[in-house]
Structure formats: structure tokens, C-alpha cells
């Protein structure tokens, strides 16, 4: 069965929803990286001090480890 211009056609659909598939994701994806979401924000300044010392308190992390840390903010 020979399908000739019909063919080409139902081709040519199926290339363009690729494109727009491609395109509506490409959106989505440039959104998403330039408003930052899925990032947890940067602490400021004299945070990450305060956070080591709450991670130390609730045990989440040793002595060496706040020392060693501690010392690598300065």
C-alpha cells in the first residue's frame, strides 16, 4: 500500500510535535534554572558559623569535624 503524499505528511506532524515537545521543555528547563528553584538558598554572612554550631548541638556532626570545620570559615 502505497501511502505517497499521505506519508509525508503524517511525518512532517510527527517532526513538528517533537519540535514543540522539545521546545515546551527547553521553556521549562530555563525557568527553572534561572529563578533558582530546587536550590537551597546560600547562607549569609555569620550563618554558616550558626549552622555548624546547630549541626554540632544536635549531633549531626563530631568535635574533629566542628573543629576542622571551624577553622575552614576562619
Same mark, same amino acid.
Given at each position: 500500500?502505497? +501511502?505517497?503524499?499521505?506519508? &509525508?505528511?503524517?511525518?512532517? +506532524? &510527527?517532526?513538528?510535535?517533537? /519540535? /514543540? ?6 521553556? /521549562?528547563?530555563? /525557568?527553572?534554572? &534561572? ?6 538558598? #546560600? ?16 549531633? #549531626?556532626?563530631?568535635? #574533629? ?10
Amino acid at each position: 500500500m502505497d +501511502m505517497g503524499m499521505m506519508g &509525508f505528511g503524517l511525518l512532517m +506532524m &510527527f517532526i513538528g510535535l517533537v /519540535v /514543540v515537545v522539545a521546545l515546551i521543555a527547553i521553556a /521549562v528547563w530555563a /525557568v527553572i534554572y &534561572f529563578t533558582g528553584s530546587g536550590r537551597a538558598p #546560600e547562607p549569609k554572612d555569620g550563618q554558616a558559623r550558626q549552622i555548624l554550631d546547630q549541626r554540632y548541638a544536635r549531633g #549531626e556532626i563530631g568535635e #574533629e569535624e566542628y573543629k576542622r570545620i571551624r577553622r575552614e570559615l576562619g
